[in-house]
């Protein structure tokens, strides 16, 4: 018997999404060591300088969250390729779904995980204040600025955020092709090790210089939304294009 009832789309991704918020809470628990052990590769300070004299000795180190974000967009793209892999898919299959509904609820996660990423990894800068005055000892910690402005927090929350969702499409579209042929395991990573070499070497290291501002060195910040926002939406529209290749169930 034929049933009547008739599944909506967003339904069916709303569905999905909520049981992956659930059943991948474990994604969210790495997220929570790796950021941890940056906090512990931190605590030396992410700079330093010092002078001294016959009779005082000054060392000063500078601390920041740059390594809990490094850490948090590397979880984003490792994260995002995880759950293009076989096991993760075939979830999706305790639903009435099908290619659409399965990417856009991922697409969903990963936006959610980007958000938890980017403001986990920019309040990590209080624990490592807490960290550092209860356990450096013998001296004196001060800070340009302590409290930092509202407007501040909320830029740098929100361009740590776009990071880790960048680093979460790149994931994605490396997954979808991996999963597409085997071959891209191999061929990707020395794809980018070339290029990476010949930028060292000659010439096209103007290329990815300037890709690299284009993308990190943006100084507005509503230019850069902009960037992250469409870079990262041709990333996962061309992982819907070509995940539509692939088996519904393998």
């Avoid at 490592?128 to 005055?133: A, G, H, N, P």
């Avoid at 990573?189 to 943006?218: D, H, R, W």
Wanted: charge should be positive; include cysteine.
């Amino acid at each position: 018997m034929m049933s009547l009832t008739k599944v909506s789309l967003t339904e069916v991704v709303k569905k999905q999404y909520a049981y992956k918020l659930k059943a991948y809470v474990q994604v969210f628990m790495t997220l929570v060591v790796l950021q941890l052990l940056a906090i512990l590769f931190s605590y030396n300070g992410v700079g330093s300088m010092g002078s001294s004299s016959a009779s005082l000795e000054i060392d000063v180190r500078y601390y920041s969250a740059d390594i809990v974000v490094s850490f948090t967009m590397l979880w984003g793209f490792i994260s995002a390729i995880l759950i293009t892999t076989k096991a993760y898919r075939n979830d999706d299959f305790f639903f009435v779904t099908n290619r659409l509904s399965s990417n856009l609820s991922n697409m969903l996660f990963l936006l959610t995980a980007s958000l938890i990423g980017g403001v986990t990894a920019m309040l990590s800068t209080s624990l490592m204040k807490v960290i550092m005055y209860y356990f450096v000892g013998n001296s004196y910690e001060t800070s340009a600025n302590v409290l930092a402005a509202p407007v501040e927090l909320l830029v740098g929350l929100l361009a740590t955020t776009l990071y880790v969702l960048l680093c979460c499409a790149l994931g994605y579209i490396f997954g979808t092709l991996v999963q597409i042929h085997k071959v891209f395991v191999i061929l990707l990573p020395g794809l980018y090790i070339g290029v990476m070499s010949l930028a060292a070497t000659n010439g096209t290291s103007n290329i990815v210089k300037t890709g690299y501002q284009f993308i990190f060195a943006e100084p507005s910040i509503l230019l850069f939304i902009v960037k992250i926002i469409i870079i990262s939406g041709l990333l996962f529209s061309s992982s819907f294009i070509l995940s539509n290749r692939m088996e519904v169930k393998q």
